[in-house]
C-alpha cells in the first residue's frame, strides 16, 4: 500500500517532466540538467560555458537553490539569461517549479538552456525536469568513491565533467582511477577532465553541446 502511494506521488511529476520535455522540444531548446555536489563548481562550468557559447547563440539558465540569488547573477553576468528558484528548503528541483519558469520564459528566443539544481547527489536523481540530457560535475577533492556510493546519480547522466584539474598535483586523487570508476558504474559516460577557472579541457564539452542544440533546432 505504501508503496503504491509513493508511486502515484512520483507519477504526477512524472508526468510534468513529460509535459515540460515536449514544450521544450517543440521550442527547439536544448536543455541540460547540471547536477552535482554544492562546491563541485556547478556554477563556475555553467560561467565558462554560457561565455563562450553566448558568441554563436541565446543561452538561458535556471538556477535551483535553497536560497539566494547567487548563482543567477553569476551566470547572468556571463551573458545568460537568468532565473533563480528558490526551493525554500527542498533539496532539489522538481518538475513543477521547474514547468512554471518556462512557462514565463519566452523560450522561443532561446538555443540552449541549462538547468543547475540543488547541490545533492541524491534526490535530484530521481526528479527529472524535463530535460533532454543530464551531466554532473564531480570535482577532484570529492575523492575517487563517489560514483560507487551514489550510482543511481551517475547512471543517470550521459556526460561528466571532472572539475578542478589544476588541482590534481596538490591532491591524493588519481584521475585514471576516478575514470574507471565513473566508467564502473556507467560504461557509456562521457567523460572530460577540466578546470572551470581557465576553461581548460572544456572544448569537448563545447562540441557536445553544439551538437545538441543542432538537434534540438533541427526537430522543432
Ligand atoms: N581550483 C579550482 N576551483 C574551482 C574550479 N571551479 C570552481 N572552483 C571553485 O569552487 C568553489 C565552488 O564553485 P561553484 O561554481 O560555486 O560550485 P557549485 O556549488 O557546484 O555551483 C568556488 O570557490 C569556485 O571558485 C576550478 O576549476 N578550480
Ligand atoms: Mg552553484
Not at 532561446?110 to 533532454?132: H, K, M, Q, Y
Not at 570529492?142 to 551517475?154: A, Q, R, V
Not at 567523460?191 to 551538437?211: D, F, H, K, N, S
Request: hydrophobic share 45%; proline share 4%; net charge negative.
Amino acid at each position: 500500500m505504501k508503496i503504491r502511494l509513493a508511486q502515484s506521488a512520483m507519477q504526477k511529476y512524472d508526468i510534468k517532466a513529460e509535459q515540460n520535455a515536449r514544450l521544450l522540444a517543440k521550442s527547439g531548446v536544448f536543455a541540460v540538467d547540471v547536477m552535482g555536489s554544492p562546491g563541485a563548481g556547478k556554477t563556475e562550468i555553467l560561467e565558462r560555458t554560457v561565455e563562450a557559447m553566448v558568441q554563436d547563440m541565446t543561452v538561458g539558465v535556471i538556477e535551483g537553490d535553497i536560497c539566494t540569488e547567487r548563482d543567477a547573477d553569476r551566470v547572468r553576468a556571463s551573458g545568460a539569461q537568468a532565473v533563480q528558484i528558490n526551493t525554500e528548503g527542498a533539496c532539489h528541483l522538481d518538475a513543477h517549479m521547474v514547468g512554471e519558469v518556462l512557462e514565463n520564459m519566452t523560450l522561443g528566443e532561446l538555443d540552449l538552456l541549462f538547468i543547475e539544481n540543488v547541490g545533492n547527489l541524491i534526490c535530484p536523481t530521481r526528479f527529472r525536469s524535463g530535460a533532454a540530457e543530464r551531466a554532473i560535475v564531480l570535482s577532484l577533492p570529492e575523492g575517487t568513491d563517489k560514483p560507487e556510493k551514489y550510482p543511481s546519480m551517475f547512471r543517470s547522466c550521459a556526460v561528466a565533467l571532472v572539475n578542478k584539474i589544476d588541482l590534481i598535483d596538490v591532491l591524493p586523487v588519481d584521475l585514471a582511477e576516478l575514470t574507471l570508476e565513473i566508467r564502473r558504474v556507467n560504461p557509456h559516460m562521457r567523460i572530460w577532465p577540466v578546470c572551470a577557472r581557465t576553461a581548460q579541457g572544456m572544448e569537448g564539452w563545447y562540441e557536445w553541446l553544439r551538437e545538441g542544440v543542432r538537434r534540438s533546432a533541427a526537430g522543432r
